[in-house]
Every structure is written in structure tokens, then in C-alpha cells.
């Protein structure tokens, strides 16, 4: 009985440790993909710098939203800028990532602050033009 226990409060503890914290979330920027493409997104902060290859947790399907959870309230109070990136999946998936970055390969480049955000109400749509 007693190893039962043991066993039964483990599995308690590490469900408990492995879930997300979400006090680092202070806001949600909703991207919408309203084109008939899938698109991949990346996102930077401060630096406008393009590092690696974004993958398929970057991929917003056709005719869906994708949440980006973040601290931007908090890291952008200051009036900085933050960049995000949206790119065409067939770009992406059969071009080098070099020369994806070297000639600028992206759909559209937002490059926005707290303020252009809340007038866009949070949301960056994409519709393909």
C-alpha cells in the first residue's frame, strides 16, 4: 500500500512540475492565415535578425489562426519594436534557408510596436495580397 502511494503522489508531482507556467504570458497576438496557402511565421524581439529555418510549430495552415503567446506588454513597454515574419511554406520547405535570408524571401515583414499593435487590434491577418 505504502508503494502505491509513493508511486500515486510521484506521478501527482511531476504532473503538477510539467505543467506550462503561464505568468511569462501577458498577452496573445493572433495571427490569421486567410490565404489559400500555408504560410510559416517567426517572430523576434528586440533584434531584427533572422537565425534559423522556422519548422512546423511555426506553421499556420490555410484558413487558420495561430496564437502567439508572449510578454510583449511587458518587454515592449519602452516603445521598441519587435518583428515578425511570415513566409510561403513552399519558400521555405524547397529553398536554402541562406538564400531565403540573403534575398529577403519573406511575404511580409511587420515590424511594430506596442502602440500599431493595439490599433490593429492584436491581430495580423494575412490574406494572400
Not at 501527482?12 to 500555408?38: A, R, W
Not at 524547397?94 to 492584436?122: F, K, Q
Amino acid at each position: 500500500m505504502r508503494t502505491i502511494k509513493t508511486i500515486f503522489l510521484s506521478v501527482v508531482c511531476l504532473i503538477f512540475y510539467g505543467c506550462p507556467n503561464t505568468d511569462d504570458v501577458d498577452s496573445i497576438i493572433y495571427i490569421k492565415n486567410n490565404s489559400q496557402n500555408d504560410i510559416y511565421f517567426w517572430e523576434r524581439g528586440k533584434d531584427p535578425e533572422l537565425l534559423w529555418k522556422p519548422n512546423e510549430t511555426f506553421l499556420i495552415p490555410s484558413q487558420s489562426t495561430h496564437l502567439l503567446k508572449g510578454n510583449y506588454l511587458e518587454a515592449h513597454s519602452d516603445g521598441s519594436k519587435f518583428y515578425i515574419w511570415l513566409f510561403d511554406r513552399e519558400v521555405i520547405d524547397n529553398t536554402p534557408w541562406e538564400e531565403v535570408v540573403e534575398n529577403e524571401m519573406y511575404l511580409i515583414r511587420y515590424e511594430l510596436t506596442l502602440d500599431e499593435l493595439n490599433a490593429m487590434n492584436w491581430e495580423l491577418v494575412y490574406d494572400g495580397n
